[in-house]
C-alpha cells in the first residue's frame, strides 16, 4: 500500500462524519465500490468530476487509479475543505479545481481537454445537459459514472412524481435513455443505494 492509500484510508472517516454532521453529501460505501471498480477497469488517465463537495469521492478516485482529476464546485467553503483534505493525503498535484456554476465550466472544460472518465455528480436535474456536454470530450472506452440516477426511488417506473421532485424525476429519466441509447453507450444501472449508472462510450 503507498503512503497515499494510508493516508486517505487514517484520514476518510473524519472527513465522511463531517460530510454526516453537515448534511454534506458524499457517495456513499456500496456506490463508491462500483465507482472505483469502473473508473480501475477503464484504466483512466484523466478524470472529470462534476461535484466536488468535501472532496471524497476525488481522493478515492486520484489515489485508487493514479489520474489526474478535475473537479468543479460551487461552493467555496466545501471546496476548501476539499483542499485541505487532498493536501494532507498528499495528492494536491494531481487535481485542478474549479470553483463555479457546472452549467457553465463544464462546456469549457470538455473543449479544452479530453476525458477517460467523469463522474456525475453535481445538480440532479442536469445531468442530461452534463452528459450531452462531455460527450464530445469523451474518448471512446473511456466511461461516465453518475450517482443518483433513481433519485430517492422516485424515477424507476413511469409513475407520475410528486410536484415538487418533478423537474429532477422528469429529467433524470431523460438522462436514462439517453445512455441507454445501444449506438452511444454499453450502460449498467445497479440498483445500489440511490441508483448508480456506468455508461462506456462505444
Ligand atoms: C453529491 S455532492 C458531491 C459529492 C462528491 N462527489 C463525493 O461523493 O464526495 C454534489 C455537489 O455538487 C455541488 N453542485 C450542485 N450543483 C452545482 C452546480 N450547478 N455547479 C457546481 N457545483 C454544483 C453541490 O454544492 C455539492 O457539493
Not at 127 to 155: H, I, M, R, T, W
Amino acid at each position: 500500500m503507498t503512503e497515499c492509500q494510508k493516508r486517505l484510508r487514517e484520514l476518510s472517516p473524519a472527513y465522511e462524519a463531517v460530510a454526516r454532521e453537515e448534511h454534506i453529501p458524499v457517495i456513499r460505501p456500496e456506490s463508491l465500490k462500483l465507482l472505483l471498480a469502473a473508473a480501475k477497469k477503464t484504466k483512466c488517465r484523466r478524470v472529470l468530476e462534476i461535484g466536488t463537495a468535501i472532496g471524497y469521492s476525488t481522493a478515492w478516485l486520484a489515489v485508487e487509479t493514479g489520474a489526474a482529476v478535475d473537479t468543479i464546485e460551487r461552493d467555496c467553503t466545501r471546496l476548501d475543505r476539499a483542499k485541505k483534505f487532498w493536501q494532507e493525503i498528499g495528492i494536491s498535484g494531481r487535481i485542478n479545481a474549479y470553483l463555479g456554476d457546472a452549467d457553465e465550466l463544464v462546456g469549457r472544460l470538455a473543449k479544452e481537454n479530453t476525458y477517460d472518465f467523469v463522474f456525475i455528480d453535481a445538480a440532479k436535474s442536469r445531468y442530461s445537459d452534463y452528459l450531452d456536454a462531455v460527450y464530445p470530450s469523451l474518448e471512446k472506452g473511456g466511461a461516465v459514472f453518475a450517482d443518483n440516477v433513481y433519485y430517492l426511488g422516485l424515477v424507476k417506473g413511469d409513475a407520475y412524481p410528486p410536484h415538487k421532485h418533478r423537474t429532477i424525476v422528469t429529467n433524470m429519466r431523460a438522462f436514462l435513455a439517453k445512455i441507454n441509447d445501444k449506438e452511444k453507450f454499453y450502460t449498467t444501472v445497479y440498483d445500489t443505494e440511490d441508483g448508480t449508472a456506468v455508461c462506456v462510450k462505444l
